[in-house]
């Protein structure tokens, strides 16, 4: 049942760049991507600020370096995720090994899900740090949309990874539905070129299950008289 739930066992068929962006999870992909280089390029641009009297930055989230620089990881490392698995859809079609797709899809499920996790943190390490920052270290409120938005993206980036997980767990739970593995999978009833099971006929031998294991035509029951014509008498 592997082959059918998984693909025929072939490589699939061309890339369908139309058939690619319709997909719900290669949607996802693209979004959890826009939203990372929100998040990270929020930080890097406008989440450092400066004084004349101190002379070097600091993180606009409660003068925090290690919010800032967890956030501008999380995010570059997202976006990076996110280009290698919208690769991982391009390819996936012409993946012939049935394992290798099962792999590809348990491994969308743990990393998805890993992401969501981190996003989940991020989001609740920058917030607490947001909150708790002091408004005279940023008196002219600097870069303070460009921190929201750091805060609200990664909230978002939460449900887009988490969708993602969830996607590819249906994916693979009603993976005996080939058509989400394999493009050019045809049911072999209905394909016309699929050759039909070669007849075996019987052996004469003894039957050791007691079936019969050959046909013998029963003597003629219609032909109860005998041949030839016979008079009657009345």
């Not at 990874?161 to 045809?186: C, H, K, P």
């Not at 209905?190 to 013998?216: F, I, L, N, R």
Request: glycine letters at 10%; aromatic letters at 16%; hydrophobic letters at 40%.
């Amino acid at each position: 049942m592997e082959g059918g739930a998984y693909g025929a066992g072939k490589s699939g068929g061309a890339f369908d760049p139309h058939t690619l962006v319709r997909q719900p999870h290669t949607i996802l992909r693209v979004v959890s991507w826009v939203f990372s280089i929100v998040v990270f390029g929020s930080i890097v641009n406008e989440g450092y600020l400066n004084t004349p009297s101190e002379g070097k930055e600091f993180c606009i989230y409660n003068r925090n370096p290690n919010a800032c620089s967890y956030g501008v990881a999380v995010g570059v490392f997202a976006f990076l995720t996110c280009l290698l698995y919208l690769a991982l859809d391009v390819y996936f079609p012409q993946i012939s090994s049935v394992k290798d797709r099962k792999k590809a899809v348990l491994s969308d499920i743990g990393v998805s899900a890993f992401w969501a996790f981190l996003w989940f943190v991020g989001f609740c390490y920058l917030a607490n740090q947001w909150q708790v920052s002091k408004p005279k270290d940023n008196p002219l409120n600097e870069g303070t949309d460009a921190a929201r938005a750091a805060i609200a993206f990664s909230f978002f980036s939460i449900f887009s990874w988490a969708g993602q997980a969830v996607l590819a767990f249906q994916r693979y739970q009603i993976g005996a539905d080939s058509a989400l593995f394999s493009q050019d999978y045809m049911d072999p009833s209905q394909d016309s070129s699929m050759p039909y099971a070669p007849y075996v006929e019987p052996s004469a031998g003894p039957d050791p299950a007691g079936m019969g294991g050959t046909y013998q035509q029963p003597a003629n029951t219609f032909d109860t008289e005998p041949q030839g014509y016979q008079s009657q008498g009345y």
